[in-house]
């Protein structure tokens, strides 16, 4: 039964401290399956030119996935785990463009050029540290390598210290049609313990504008487990943001992991909420979301019933990419810029993560690829397998049997004897020819679809991955 079905208070009772402590375990978020983890040096930048040659000679006029990567930010919020350089020197932009157009120069001259493109997304950092000029040229670059269409799903995230409503104007007449508007948490002692102050009231202003300029769709990033935040205070942010209604809303765990992100040693873990009250805000997020409306789409993601990802999990239409949910079919995937990564048919590969690696190796004439990954069957079928869970929450081993030529009941004999105990604590029913995810195993799919995740389970140290709740 679908979420928007059932009582967002009985899906609050579903969700009890004791279930979700019995699956809070660190895993991974399945943007790509194998995981970024599993990348290697042995996959480079020639291995790229190939895949990118491959995909122009299979389908020459399939539509593109593109990710631009944008690393700057002027101030440093101290939970981000992200790939950014923080700078208040906006001269230093002029270089990184000379660089991004080098690269797309490479790709285009590889992939050809006038592919059309479905899905466009700026991330970053803060695409916003971009001047308006200087998104307009990186836009008029995208524009002579590819073919952006008028149904094209153009989107960027928005620091929203850095725009105006004036600015919006100017990105919408660039061809924006989404917004995804970092927000976190509204309650000033928490913003202030994670360096990222920015008032509801600039937040709601500029969603009204957005609404005015006829942007299809706005999103809204909120973070739970914060410094300084309680269930009460968070739910406070859960009823402002409900109350600007926008068409999306990510609602992800903060993962305290200071051996890796420098960032977060600024964070004093005698402030951060202990497990209960992350349990509770966690409860009182999809209790507050569902009860004012939103559908659960899976993993993070809420969306108003209107929203195209709303219709896409009804319809069974979900795919998932770098960017999380999409609505977009399983396309390939062309990502430029620092540590940007992509996915071309049966590769992933990703770019050097620092400045002066990225730039050295564009001035060279070369792509600047330092790692990837090509599938082999297996993971073929396994990609299949996690994404028909973590996407559509269904299943079908004819499906399976039918495209990989296996029988499941065999080649899965250990993932389905494990999910058994899954099925015992409710989070899916086993059917005689079907996994089926449950309402409430929807709220922690990442556990069943890691049953499947042949790397993970061989891995000795999971403690590079957030937990699930």
């Given at each position: ?24 375990t660190p895993g991974p978020r399945y943007t790509s399956y194998p995981t970024a983890d599993r990348f290697g040096e042995t996959f480079g930048p020639g291995d790229t030119l190939q895949v990118l040659s491959d995909l122009r000679a299979r389908s020459p006029s399939a539509p593109l996935s593109l990710y631009i990567h ?87 995230e928005v620091d929203p210290r850095t725009v105006t409503p004036q600015r919006l104007a100017h990105f919408r007449s660039l061809g924006f049609n989404r917004l995804s508007f970092g927000v976190q948490d509204f309650d000033p002692e928490v913003q202030k313990a994670v360096h990222r102050e920015q008032s509801f009231d ?268």
């Amino acid at each position: 039964m679908p979420t928007a079905l059932i009582p967002a208070s009985d899906i609050r009772a579903l969700l009890t401290e004791e279930f979700l402590r019995k699956f809070d375990t660190p895993g991974p978020r399945y943007t790509s399956y194998p995981t970024a983890d599993r990348f290697g040096e042995t996959f480079g930048p020639g291995d790229t030119l190939q895949v990118l040659s491959d995909l122009r000679a299979r389908s020459p006029s399939a539509p593109l996935s593109l990710y631009i990567h944008i690393p700057f930010c002027e101030q440093l919020c101290y939970y981000c785990g992200c790939n950014k350089i923080i700078t208040k020197h906006h001269e230093r932009a002029v270089q990184y463009l000379d660089m991004l157009e080098a690269e797309l120069a490479l790709v285009v001259r590889s992939l050809g050029v006038g592919r059309p493109v479905s899905q466009l997304h700026f991330g970053g950092g803060s695409p916003t540290f971009l001047s308006d000029d200087e998104l307009a040229r990186v836009m008029a670059a995208l524009g002579a390598a590819f073919r952006l269409t008028p149904t094209s799903e153009i989107s960027i995230e928005v620091d929203p210290r850095t725009v105006t409503p004036q600015r919006l104007a100017h990105f919408r007449s660039l061809g924006f049609n989404r917004l995804s508007f970092g927000v976190q948490d509204f309650d000033p002692e928490v913003q202030k313990a994670v360096h990222r102050e920015q008032s509801f009231d600039m937040v709601r202003g500029l969603m009204l504008s957005a609404r005015e300029l006829g942007y299809e769709s706005i999103n809204a990033d909120l973070i739970y487990g914060l410094p300084r935040q309680t269930p009460e205070s968070f739910a406070r942010t859960i009823e402002q943001i409900s109350e600007l209604r926008p068409d999306r809303i990510a609602l992800y765990a903060y993962a305290h992991l200071p051996e890796r992100f420098k960032p977060q040693r600024r964070i004093h873990e005698a402030d951060l909420p202990v497990p209960a009250h992350r349990i509770a805000m966690l409860g009182g997020a999809v209790e507050g979301f569902l009860a004012r409306g939103y559908d659960y789409i899976g993993m993070d993601h809420f969306a108003l019933p209107q929203d195209s990802l709303a219709i896409a999990k009804r319809e069974g239409r979900l795919h998932r990419n770098f960017q999380g949910y999409s609505t977009q079919h399983d396309c390939d995937l062309v990502a430029l810029g620092v540590s940007a990564i992509g996915r071309v048919g049966s590769a992933y590969y990703q770019n050097a993560k620092t400045l002066p690696e990225y730039y050295e190796s564009i001035q060279r004439g070369q792509l600047p690829v330092v790692r990837g990954y090509a599938l082999n069957p297996d993971d073929e079928l396994r990609r299949s397998v996690i994404m028909a869970l973590m996407c559509q929450g269904r299943l079908e081993f004819d499906e399976v049997e039918r495209q990989f030529s296996v029988v499941v009941d065999a080649y899965f004999a250990k993932e389905l004897a494990a999910l058994r105990a899954m099925a015992d604590a409710g989070l899916v029913e086993l059917e005689a020819r079907a996994v089926q995810v449950t309402v409430v195993g929807w709220f922690l799919v990442r556990a069943v679809a890691m049953v499947f995740d042949r790397h993970l389970q061989a891995a000795q140290d999971r403690r590079r991955f957030s937990k699930i709740v």
